[in-house]
């Protein structure tokens, strides 16, 4: 994974000076002992920073000024420990550009039955509070999340990191530059798109580059960098006989790690962190890149095959949301079908399924391609690890995008596949493939996705909504007449 510098969510708590300065004193002092168990339940490599708390119309618009000039600031959490009049908050709000979590709890878990008097009633107010600040963030159109729930929950906590990682991913692609080397593949729709409104909504850029630029640097690489790289190959894959030093594939080897040299080099260079390729469209480059992207993807990089920027741009969220998270995530395509019982989907692509997926240490291996008319490319095989997982799909519907996502739950293969040379996994889609594969046909989804066992449904359900996109998710309560009847509805909301 590329290094990224840690990135902060500040907690900010709106009071009033209504109360006094005792009543203040306490407020700060919980807000604080929030922001700090917070902090450590936070599975995300994230900091959340206590700010003093905010009594007035001019400390809130400071405050939400600071958060926008702050490059480390990428959310901000609300939590109102008393009342604090909504109008207070308007000219603040109007400056808002960073995902808003609305986390409506309260200092103490429970009613002090004996002990309760209207002091208490005073200080532990967020049960009125929260309600006046939403009613305004719901006048004023502010999409966010709204967490509920006792902050030393693990239901809270596990939301917040969720609504976090949102955040990471949304930050990422507000800089992500994203290369198409080569165009679309010819004739494909779903992978076309409009790159100029998806920056506009999504914040990412895509721009095309030729292979020529990748040959250039190969070309200049010093010998010791590909030695190097072919060591660390040796030592981390089961090394087909005929690409180790004297088989008869040995220089193919060379071939593949020249070009994941090339490949990063350019990536660097340019500061991309996503790209494309496009098997009809190689120029000069010798093999599709298989092995290269599989490692890049597995460094962080996104990627997509047959220019799917989209894809591309998506896989790259996807790594930083899943930063410290358990479980692969890679590029995907839906290739083949097991109809049975249940009916699975094999999963795969024509070589760049990312490692972090595998189960086992992976093959390195060498085998024709029968499109592209380019050498034999070298590329990683293994089978994808089971359990649960979700494939996530972002189309353009010419007037606006989707977000299309299946719950899934992966299996061991259990049959060897001596004659299949790619990556794959085997899932059962939820609730069925039947429903499931007509639910996401009906959405209009793509043939590709973005894989991962790394992050839950909600995650991508906070990221949809920073987006302001459209979200389709099938999962095990999924019955295709609502599904169609949500499907209208969308089409008059959106
Ligand atoms: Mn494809």
């Known amino acids: 994974m590329n290094a990224i510098n840690k990135k902060k969510i500040w907690f900010v708590t709106g009071t009033q000076h209504l109360y006094g300065p005792e009543v203040l004193d306490q407020v700060s002092n919980h807000a604080k002992e929030i922001a700090q168990t917070l902090n450590e339940s936070l599975t995300a490599p994230v900091e959340i920073v206590f ?32 009342f604090s009049p909504a109008k207070m908050w308007i000219n603040g709000l109007k400056r808002l550009h ?48 709204t967490v509920v729930g006792f902050w030393k929950d693990k239901a809270v906590q596990n939301s917040l990191s969720n609504w976090t990682r949102a955040a990471l991913g949304w930050s990422e692609l507000q800089q992500l530059k994203v290369a198409r ?57 089961e ?3 005929q690409l180790k030093q004297g088989g008869e594939k040995r220089e193919s080897l060379v071939t593949a790690a020249k070009i994941e040299l090339g490949l990063k080099k350019f990536l660097d260079q340019g500061g991309f962190k ?18 290269a992207i599989q ?54 692509h024509m070589l760049e399924i990312c490692p972090s997926l595998s189960k086992n240490k992976p093959r390195c291996e ?58 794959r996994v085997l899932w059962m889609p939820q609730p069925s493939l039947e429903i499931a594969a007509s639910a996401w046909m009906k959405a209009g989804g793509a043939h590709h996705t973005v894989y991962t066992q790394a992050l839950d449904t909600e995650v991508i359900q906070d990221f949809a909504t920073l987006a302001g996109v459209e979200l389709i998710c099938i999962d095990k309560n ?12 969308n089409d008059t909301a959106y």
């Not at 039955?113 to 719901?138: C, K, P, V, Y």
């Open 239 to 241: 090394i087909d006989p």
């Open 98 to 145: 960073l995902p808003l979590c609305h986390l409506h709890t309260q200092y103490n878990k429970e009613i002090p039955w004996r002990s309760i008097d209207m002091d208490f009633m005073n200080l532990n107010q967020s049960a009125h509070g929260d309600r006046e600040f939403a009613h305004l963030l719901t006048r004023m159109k502010i999409r966010r999340k």
């Open 295 to 348: 490692r890049l993807m597995e460094q962080g990089y996104g990627f997509a095959g047959e220019g799917d920027w989209k894809t591309a741009a998506l896989v790259r969220a996807f790594k930083v949301m899943a930063q410290d998270a358990p479980g692969g995530t890679s590029f995907m395509e839906d290739y083949t079908y097991h109809f049975g019982n249940p009916s699975q989907v094999l999963g795969a």
């Open 274 to 291: 996503a790209f494309t390729d496009n098997f009809e469209n190689l120029g000069t480059l010798e093999q599709l890149p298989g092995i």
């Open 181 to 237: 080397i080569g165009d679309n593949m010819r004739e494909v729709a779903v992978t076309e798109g409009d790159k100029v409104q998806a920056q506009i909504q999504f914040g990412f850029s895509v721009n095309g580059y030729d292979s020529d630029d990748v040959t250039a640097i190969i070309e200049n690489l010093n010998p010791s960098e590909v030695e190097a790289l072919l060591n660390d190959y040796e030592s981390s894959y």
């Open 51 to 82: 700010q003093p708390i905010v009594k007035t119309p001019d400390e809130i618009t400071s405050l939400f000024v600071s958060a926008g000039a702050d490059s480390q600031c990428i959310g901000i959490i609300t939590w109102m420990h008393t």
């Open 478 to 489: 999924t019955k295709l007449y609502e599904l169609e009847q949500n499907l209208n509805a």
């Open 366 to 423: 060498i085998h024709p391609l029968g499109i592209g008319g380019k050498k034999d490319p070298v590329r990683l095989v293994f089978d994808g690890t089971d359990g649960t997982g979700i494939n996530v799909s972002l189309i353009d519907l010419g007037t606006r995008f989707r977000f299309i996502l299946n719950e899934v739950n992966a299996v061991l293969i259990e049959n060897k596949l001596p004659n299949l040379p790619v990556a």
